[in-house]
């Protein structure tokens, strides 16, 4: 762990957040990345920060906030447009406690920070390190994890940042903002015309022109400046000299408290400005919502969540190819299993046939012993065995006298080697005559081979006889 200290350049800012869950020391690196530096100081010195809550809390992963709007879709940098991203070699996202930008995309920075609550790798190279949380602030900050969150990762009771202290400002040349006021015109009061008074209609006109007349010129004398009691009774003892206010410090109170009716007239008209517009704007994204298809934006932790979808899909492509595997495999062995009984069976049945086989070669032998080899035993036993064939066949022709009826009406099987029928049956040749044989001297018409080239038959004969012919040569 102290490696990746060392590695780390030296900090050149500091910054304090009052935070719900503690005080955060933050360090700056202002050298390596100047830029969202200067922006994370000046938006803090102008109080951007202050009442914004941790809107999103990835557990393990990331805490994020600076957003005003505190939804995640509000914040604008001081330079009037997202600035580009700021890498550097030895800033790397290899434990928590760092300090980096979010954006929804590549060169799309605006106010909107998050804290790394554990290493994450897969964010390199797309998010700016811009500072890390110092000494034992950094378990004040690991506290944001302890939160429960919706579905959509945000806080259920989020956190907020009460405060920010600039401790230590890398940028002196900084100079806050001022709130830009709406001027507004002098709403312009029409005078009312007096009307001119006719004395001529009166009986006694001339008398009423006259005071009219006097009334007039002491409202002219008297209506630039009130007088008072000093003013009246200057010869008074009793009276105090001196004025009670001094009328260019009543002036000037009288002026400020308009300016600061004004101020807030027009802070609560830029208000009121800022809320109908955000509500147009939330209107106008639902209203584009319903009407158009969601369009997948990159927001922080995207790769991580793609990552665990692309596992999930991975585990369910291995499962799929394990069940058809195993199916496979059930089905190979049924396979294998019924081919193996019909071997089986068919190895009976030639087991069957063989033994049969056997059982009649050693019948034959046992009979084969059985003879005599040579001498008078053997005369003896030959002419047994013929006189034992004569008395069969005899046998045979008297049961054959016997039973010709009943021969007659059953059916008898040809492959039956146990039927001696054939024993009385008679060895019966046709009589074709006497053959004489051929002279070739005296030829008939046997002899000779009518050849009709008119024929059907030898017409075609003799064109499949030309095609081969042409085909070979």
């Known amino acids: 762990m102290s490696s990746i200290y060392i590695q780390e350049p030296p900090t050149s800012g ?94 799309d920075n605006a106010s909107q920070f998050f804290f790394t609550l554990a290493p994450a790798p897969e964010l390199q ?14 378990f004040n900050m690991l506290k944001l994890e302890e939160c429960e969150t919706d579905d959509d990762d945000r806080p259920m009771y989020p956190q ?26 002098p709403v312009k009061v029409k005078e009312k015309k007096k009307g001119v008074k006719n004395f001529k209609l009166l009986s006694f006109g001339e008398e009423a022109e006259e005071d009219e007349v006097e009334s007039t010129s002491a409202n002219q004398k008297y209506v630039t400046k009130g007088k008072s009691s000093h003013d009246m009774l200057k010869d008074d003892p009793t009276l105090d000299c001196a004025p009670a206010v001094v009328q260019e410090q009543a002036d000037k109170s009288t002026k400020h408290e308009d300016s600061l009716s004004d101020d807030q007239s027009e802070m609560q008209d830029e208000e ?30 995207k790769d991580k969540q793609d990552e665990r979808k692309r596992k999930a899909e991975e585990i369910r492509k291995e499962y799929r190819a394990l069940k058809k595997g195993i199916a496979d495999e ?15 069976e068919e190895k009976s049945k030639k087991r069957k046939v063989i033994d049969s086989f056997h059982e ?20 003896e036993f030959t002419l047994g065995l013929l006189a ?36 009385s049956h008679k060895l019966e040749f046709e009589d074709k005559g006497t053959v004489l044989a051929k002279d070739a001297s005296t030829k008939g018409d046997d002899w000779f081979e009518i050849y009709d080239p008119r024929n059907p038959l030898t017409k075609r004969r003799r064109e499949e006889s030309k095609k081969i012919l042409s085909q070979r040569r």
Request: hydrophobic share 30%; with cysteine.
């Open 272 to 301: 009121n400005k800022l809320t109908t517009e955000f509500v147009r704007n939330k209107l106008k994204a639902k209203t584009d919502k319903t009407k158009k298809l969601p369009i997948t934006t990159y927001y922080l932790g």
């Open 160 to 185: 907020k940042i009460l405060k920010v202290e600039i401790l230590n400002n890398p940028f002196p040349d900084i100079i806050p903002r001022a709130i830009k006021k709406d001027f507004k015109e």
């Open 14 to 107: 500091k910054v304090l957040l009052k935070t719900t869950v503690g005080d955060i020391d933050v360090e700056l690196w202002a050298k390596e990345t100047p830029k969202a530096c200067r922006n994370f100081v000046q938006l803090c010195m102008e109080g951007y920060y202050d009442g914004t809550i941790f809107h999103r809390v990835v557990k393990g992963f990331i805490a994020q906030g600076g957003d005003p709007n505190g939804d995640g879709t509000g914040g604008e940098s001081i330079y009037g447009s997202p600035f580009r991203d700021e890498f550097h070699q030895r800033l790397r996202f290899a434990r928590r406690g760092l300090l980096a930008m979010a954006n929804a995309g590549k060169d």
């Open 330 to 344: 059930r089905k190979s062995r049924m396979v294998a299993d019924t081919q193996k009984i019909k071997e089986d």
């Open 388 to 423: 034992k064939f004569q008395k069969k066949m005899n046998e045979a022709r008297q049961k054959d006298d016997e039973d010709v009826e009943t021969t007659n009406k059953e059916d008898i099987d040809d492959d039956d080697d146990k039927d001696e029928s054939w024993l």
């Open 360 to 379: 009649e070669q050693e019948t034959y032998k046992r009979l084969a012993q059985a003879v005599p080899k040579k001498g008078a035993s053997r005369e």
């Open 125 to 138: 190279n797309k998010h700016t390190i811009f500072g890390k949380v110092t000494g034992e602030t950094l």
